[in-house]
């Protein structure tokens, strides 16, 4: 069967220091990966997704990186992070095909900026 | 622009009656709409799912309901249970947007005993 992992559970990181989530999955090949953030009073927003190794697409210019360095690795990454960083980051999966089968989402992980 | 709307942040029901959950949507290109179930410091969780084909999908104590003319669909739970009590987000895809969801805010559901 398939699983997600995605670490660490929480963060708390002071400004301007570095980001780094990883998420993997297991269990299949050539998932469709997925970074979404749900910010406090708002909804869940996709920020970066990818079908591929090193194929990246962001929706949301912002202080954010990914990168798919493996065919089961998603990393979200930040050089400098900011105070609207703060949010609660889901990583998510699918078959390439799958997207009518919904979305398989981490356990997510809550990052405070202080 | 919102392209997915739930215009109720919170929901409270009385156990075993029925809750009734709202979405609407402005992209008359989606055609697949989705609900997730969200218990806080967790993932969302896949709940129920109908295609634009249909105009009710259901599933236990989930019944979905599409009416693509109001561009509107909504979730009910009967009967409801205090597990219910969770975070709900509604979304939708299409296949112009390569099948990724977008999501509504949320409506966080209490079912109290």
């Known amino acids: 069967s398939q699983t997600i992992h995605q670490w660490p559970a929480t963060l708390v990181q002071p400004v301007g220091s570095p980001l780094s989530l990883e998420c993997t999955v297991e269990g299949t090949s050539n998932p469709n990966l997925y970074w979404y953030r749900q910010a406090a009073g708002r909804g869940l927003q996709l920020l970066f997704y990818?079908?591929?190794?090193?194929?990246i697409s962001s929706e949301v210019p912002q202080n954010l990186s990914a990168s798919r360095p493996q065919d089961r690795q998603f990393i979200l990454s930040s050089k400098k992070l900011l105070l609207s960083d703060s949010g609660f980051y889901l990583c998510a999966w699918t078959s390439g095909t799958g997207v009518y089968y919904g979305y398989t989402f981490g356990s997510g992980t809550r990052l405070t900026v202080v | 622009d919102q392209q997915v709307k739930q215009n109720s942040p919170s929901l409270s029901v009385q156990e075993g009656r029925i809750s009734i959950l709202n979405c609407d949507y402005t992209?008359?290109?989606?055609?697949?709409f989705l609900w997730y179930k969200k218990y806080p410091a967790e993932g969302p969780t896949f709940l129920i799912s109908i295609s634009s084909i249909k105009d009710k999908n259901e599933d236990g104590r989930f019944t979905v309901f599409l009416n693509k003319s109001a561009k509107h669909l909504s979730l009910h739970i009967v009967p409801s249970q205090p597990g219910d009590s969770a975070v709900y987000f509604c979304?939708?895809?299409?296949?112009?947007?390569?099948?990724?969801?977008?999501f509504g805010k949320g409506t966080k559901l209490s079912v109290k005993p």
């Open positions: 979304a939708a895809s299409s296949r112009r947007s390569q099948g990724n969801l977008i």
């Open positions: 990818s079908v591929g190794i090193g194929q």
């Open positions: 992209n008359s290109m989606f055609d697949y």
